[in-house]
Structures are given as C-alpha cells and as structure tokens.
C-alpha cells in the first residue's frame, strides 16, 4: 500500500483540470507538493486559493519548467533536487492535445504534444526513478487515457501518446518491482477540463462536433478514484465508467468496441441523425 499522508508528491501541469484536483485532494490527504507547470503567475495563485480553502497538507515549492524538452525535464529534476527533499510520488500529469487529421496537423504542433504525453514522463521516470530504486521506495504515476485504449480519428497523435504511455508503464513497473516501487498507470475518459478546449486543424475540425455533455466527466470524481487506485499499488486505474466499460470491450469483444465507436462518430459528425 502506498501512504499519502506525509508522502512527498511531484505533481506535473499542476495548474491544469486534473492538476487542480490532484492538489487539491492530496492536500487533503496530508501530502507535501511540488507543484510545477509553465506560468509561475498562475501556480502562485493557485496555492494561495487553494491555500485558504484547504489547511492540511503543505505545498512545499511551485517550479516552473517546460516539459517539451529535454532540457526543461533535466531543469525540473535539478530544481526539485536542490530542495534536498527526495520525492515518493511522481505524478506525471501534464499533458496537451490537438484536433485534425494527421496530415493537417503541423508537425511542430504533434511534435510537442509527443514530447510533453510520452517523452517528458519518460525522461523524468527515469531520472526519478533511480533515487527511488536506491531507496527501495516511490511510486511512479502516468496519467494516460481511455485513448490509450481506443484510437478515434482527429486524435490519432493523442492516441499515439497514450498507447504509449502505457505501455511505457506496463514496461518499467516489471523493471522496478523488484526494488519496491510501484508504478500505476491511469485511463480517464474525456472529462470537464480545459483539454477540450485544444486547437482544432482541418478537415475533421469543420465537420465535428465536440462531445456530448452527458458523456463528460466529473474531473473531481476522476482524481479521487485515482488516489485510490495508487493508495493500492494498481498498476491500471480506470477511473469512471465509461473508460472501464473501453477497457473490457477492447479485451474481449474488439468488434462491439468497433461498432460502438463508428456509431458515435456519426452522432458527433455533423448534419447527422440525432437519434443514434
């Protein structure tokens, strides 16, 4: 079982939907944070509203560094080692998306978006992990997705990001179990949070719609089943209904996943039937 009460917790893209959360939640467990993402402006006031809403806990730095590149990834390591305070939870959060067929997304734009959902949990894994295993403790976390699961068009790179994420996680925890750290890999459906406000390129762009609200979920709902999910080592949380029910239907019947998915691609196409 993992502590999060007292445990030290790196959260990435902490001023985001989920990051919010994240903080929130676990400060509420009694964790010390290391909250980083780009805008220092925006992570001060984070912490000085959730501050005055949320007395337990303790944000113990706010850093800033740009996880789309190596050299951010190495600058954050380097930051969070000057505080002398070794890390027990790496929550590698922070993630962006894009919209469009592969082809009409440019490059740079997918480019960034492989480096901060795959690379950038990658590379600070691996810098993490190393005093994690010589201490014989800490736990990695990889926020992916229930696109981890399933590719649907206009987010075939997102999907490409997420696969990957998991099976990155799939790999390392079979590398570092046996120094007793956990690694556990998490699969949100769309949820309300500012992701869904990406940018849009193209084709698919003009002719979509966005998600339907009801099938949207509560981000708050989605943390808190994840926190239980890492408070028992799992290395896969599906953290709401609708990604459980991706996850069993890609194990064991690939054609209804198949069927499901071209249906809601005709609801969500405009001009459509509304009815289906």
Known sequence: MTQLKDAVVLITGATGGFGQQLTRQLLMTE???ILTDLDAVMLEQQRA??????STGK?????VADLSTAEGCDLLYKQVQALNTPVDILINNAGIAVFGRMDEVPSEQWERLIYINLL???RLSSLFVADMTAR?????????????????????????????????????LDEVNPYN??????????????????KRYGTLAESTEDIPDNLLTDPSAVIRRTLQGIER???HVFPDRVAYTIHLLRRFAPWLLDWINS???RRIHRGTDRSL
């Open 31 to 33: 964790s010390r944070l």
């Open 49 to 54: 509203v959730i501050g005055q809403e949320i």
């Open 59 to 63: 944000v113990l730095a706010c850093l």
């Open 120 to 122: 950038a949990p990658m």
């Open 136 to 172: 014989r403790s800490g736990h990695i976390v990889n926020i992916s997705s229930a696109a981890g699961w399933v590719a649907i068009a206009g987010l075939t790179h997102y999907c490409a990001s997420k696969f990957g994420l998991r099976g990155f996680s799939e790999g390392l």
């Open 181 to 198: 750290v956990r690694v556990t890999a998490v699969y949100p459906f769309f949820s309300r949070t500012p992701i869904l406000q990406s």
């Open 233 to 235: 080592d799992r290395l």
């Open 263 to 265: 249906r809601f691609k």
